[in-house]
C-alpha cells in the first residue's frame, strides 16, 4: 500500500497501527499512535496476539517493506487482517509525513 492510502487508512479509528522495527530504530521516530513489537522477537506472533484486536485491521510497516511484509504474512496465518506500507518508514518521511519520538 502506497503512503497516501496507508495515510488515509490510519486515519481510521478501526486500524491499528503496528511497527515492527528494532527498539532503537522505534525509538529514532515512529508513526505517532503505533504499537511497536520487534519482528525478529522469538516471540513475536505471542506478543500479537496479546497487543493486537483481531476485529482490527493492522497497518503495519517497518524500516523498508520487507520486515512489515513478513510480519503481515505471519499475523495473516493467524487471522488477522493486515495491510503493508510499501517502502516502510523511509518511504514515509520521503512523502514529508510526520514521526514522533517518544514512546506512546
Not at 497501527?17 to 529514532?28: H, Q, S, T, Y
Not at 487482517?81 to 518521511?93: F, S, V
Request: hydrophobic share 45%.
Amino acid at each position: 500500500m502506497e503512503v497516501k492510502e496507508f495515510a488515509e487508512l490510519i486515519a481510521d479509528s478501526n486500524v491499528v497501527i503496528l511497527d515492527v522495527r528494532k527498539a532503537d530504530e522505534f525509538a529514532e521516530g515512529h508513526i505517532k499512535g503505533a504499537i511497536f513489537i520487534d519482528q525478529f522477537q522469538s516471540d513475536f506472533v505471542e506478543q500479537a496476539k496479546a497487543k493486537l484486536p483481531k476485529d482490527k485491521t493492522i497497518a503495519i510497516y517497518c524500516r523498508s517493506g520487507r520486515r512489515s511484509a513478513n510480519a503481515a504474512g505471519k499475523l495473516a496465518d493467524i487471522g488477522y487482517k493486515c495491510l503493508n506500507l510499501k517502502g516502510g518508514i523511509i518511504a514515509w518521511k520521503d512523502a514529508g509525513k510526520p514521526v514522533v519520538t517518544f514512546y506512546n
